[in-house]
């Protein structure tokens, strides 16, 4: 059952770059997926040379 009282945010992400849990920021917008802005545009680099869309 989906608990609809919390919003997506409040769910433990965890950085695919280095494994650790990201804090996310309450309030509007994206869920952060990284620690830092350059782990995941170093990973969005690396699945567009194995030919992911993304
Ligand atoms: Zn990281």
Do not use: N, Y
């Not at 997926?33 to 040379?49: E, I, N, S, V």
């Amino acid at each position: 059952m989906i608990d609809t009282t919390k919003s997506v945010k409040a769910q433990p992400v965890t950085c695919q770059h280095c494994g650790e849990e990201v804090p996310q920021v309450e309030g509007p917008g994206r869920r952060k997926l990284w620690c830092t802005p350059d782990a995941g545009k170093q990973w969005r680099r690396r699945m567009r040379a194995l030919g992911f869309p993304v």
